[in-house]
């Protein structure tokens, strides 16, 4: 992936969770190719590793377990003997679970086999939240704690979700308002300190985790691909580029330095639109 512009993020030392997946493995590299030394965290280290090797020297990979926070000042610790002190964060872990998302968009009383909302399971919604909110509690409380003496850069993943709640996922819905949230809260907690706090809120992207929501297995769209498509204005998913130039804009203290507190979606018109 070619960046569509470059900024100057020599002497950033960025770690990014869940850089294992589609989008945070691609604002690795991006960051990289601006000049950063990127440290990419993910549980899943192959896939981090994958990644880094494709980026160079001025990239590793980290296995962390984001939901510990013992094993995220392990992988700070690994980061600081490398790369130096982390200036920039980004909290890219997150995703939903089949255990707190229904089968129907609307509730129908006594429909047998169906998933409704009364069969959610609790260790579904409690597995949500931790993946998204938990997971940036812990992991901003450890990389923040360096910031502080010296200002940095926070960006958090949101999402469409937090805006208007889609049907079918109210755990993770509700933990992507939620993350939205606690950007604002850290925006305004951490200014005196000179660190910046904002979010990206993607629209509709095709990745590992949705994409069997959004496609058959012949290829075919679904659906609900059919309906994400007629809400979103641009009527086409997102790119992964799409997203790369508000990440280097959130990313240079030139460009975007009294920017704080923001959350900003990129969604091709989706959050605009009524559906009238």
């Not at 919604?125 to 704690?145: M, Y």
């Not at 949101?158 to 509700?174: E, Q």
């Amino acid at each position: 992936m070619k960046v569509p512009f470059k900024v100057d993020l020599s002497g950033k030392v960025v770690a990014i969770t869940g850089a294992g997946g589609v989008i945070c493995s691609e604002f690795a590299k991006a960051l990289a190719d601006c000049g950063a030394k990127v440290a990419l965290l993910d549980i899943n280290y192959d896939a981090a590793k994958k990644y880094a090797d494709e980026i160079g020297d001025n990239a590793f990979a980290v296995k962390c377990n984001c939901l510990d926070k013992a094993d995220i000042e392990r992988a700070k610790d690994e980061i600081n003997a490398k790369f130096g002190q982390v200036n920039f964060l980004i909290n890219g872990a997150g995703g939903n679970n089949p255990r707190a998302t229904t089968d129907n968009e609307y509730m129908t009383p006594n429909l047998e086999g169906v998933k409704d909302f009364f069969a959610l399971e609790e260790s579904g919604l409690k597995f949500v939240f931790d993946l998204n909110i938990t997971s940036a509690f812990l992991v901003t409380q450890v990389f923040a704690k360096d910031m502080v003496k010296t200002g940095g850069n926070i960006i958090n993943i949101s999402s469409m979700n937090a805006f208007s709640p889609l049907t079918k996922i109210p755990a993770y819905s509700a933990a992507k308002a939620g993350i939205s949230n606690f950007t604002q809260w850290l925006a305004v907690h951490f200014a005196p300190c000179g660190i910046r706090c904002n979010a990206i809120a993607p629209g509709f992207f095709v990745t590992n985790q949705n994409r069997s929501l959004l496609f058959n297995n012949d290829g075919s769209p679904t659906a609900r691909t059919g309906k994400i498509l007629n809400a979103t204005p641009m009527r086409k998913f997102g790119e992964i580029s799409d997203l790369i130039g508000c990440l280097l804009w959130l990313a240079d203290d030139n460009a975007s330095g009294f920017v704080t507190g923001t959350v900003i979606p990129v969604d091709g018109g989706f959050s605009a639109y009524s559906g009238v």
